[in-house]
T-cell receptor, first 112, second 112 residues
Framework: NAGVTQTPKFQVLKTGQSMTLQCAQDMNHEYMSWYRQDPGMGLRLIHYSVGAGITDQGEVPNGYNVSRSTTEDFPLRLLSAAPSQTSVYFC???????????FGQGTRLTVV | DAKTTQPPSMDCAEGRAANLPCNHSTISGNEYVYWYRQIHSQGPQYIIHGLKNNETNEMASLIITEDRKSSTLILPHATLRDTAVYYCIVFFVGAGSYQLTFGKGTKLSVIP
């Protein structure tokens, strides 16, 4: 039981490049979400999904796309990276309507 | 949405109880109090939650005042590994509840 797995752990991108942050969970959780955390700040919700085929925007969705084709996976795509997207990204999963979430270890992204 | 107020930082001597306060004066009847912690930029870790009764698990105790306007997380015997940022979150368990709203939390430093 691996929990929530995020890859990669570290990434450096050039401005304008695209990439996908991977997130997988093996707990059969319906709900998955992506957060970003900037220095000295709390986590802010980017996108979330309540099940396969269903996604919605969170607090800071601009510049990011998501899809949920399976229960296990919830990738986050940066279409054209910008320095403002330099941050630590966390993926989380939980059972539907449950506040007890499990978080991955994060992806530290730097855009230069 | 109900919001929480926490002190930005606290110190605690190793082996002593750490008492972390949280104010949530606008909490509504169907909102729970959740506590998470984040150790050195790792993913947040769930600690405990409660509605109106006091709760205890292997990690901590949660004391909620009778009027539910505030709560205290108690780590009974703090160790150096408990040094972390602790987040108090009010969460509505029901339809449309998807977001854990993280503030800046309390940075707890456990001192040898």
């Amino acid at each position: 039981n691996a929990g929530v797995t995020q890859t990669p752990k570290f990434q450096v991108l050039k401005t304008g490049q695209s990439m996908t942050l991977q997130c997988a969970q093996d707990m059969n959780h319906e709900y998955m979400s992506w957060y970003r955390q900037d220095p000295g700040m709390g986590l802010r919700l980017i996108h979330y999904s309540v099940g396969a085929g269903i996604t919605d925007q969170g607090e800071v969705p601009n510049g990011y796309n998501v899809s949920r084709s399976t229960t296990e996976d919830f990738p986050l795509r940066l279409l054209s990276a910008a320095p403002s997207q330099t941050s630590v990204y966390f993926c989380a999963s939980s059972y539907y309507r449950q506040g007890q979430a499990f978080f991955g270890q994060g992806t530290r992204l730097t855009v230069v | 949405d109900a919001k929480t107020t926490q002190p930005p930082s606290m110190d605690c001597a190793e082996g002593r109880a750490a008492n972390l306060p949280c104010n949530h004066s606008t909490i509504s009847g169907n909102e729970y109090v959740y506590w998470y912690r984040q150790i050195h930029s790792q993913g947040p870790q769930y600690i405990i939650h409660g509605l109106k009764n006091n709760e205890t698990n292997e990690m901590a105790s949660l004391i909620i005042t009778e009027d539910r306007k505030s709560s205290t997380l108690i780590l009974p015997h703090a160790t150096l590994r408990d040094t972390a940022v602790y987040y108090c979150i009010v969460f509505f368990v029901g339809a449309g509840s998807y977001q854990l709203t993280f503030g800046k939390g309390t940075k707890l430093s456990v001192i040898p």
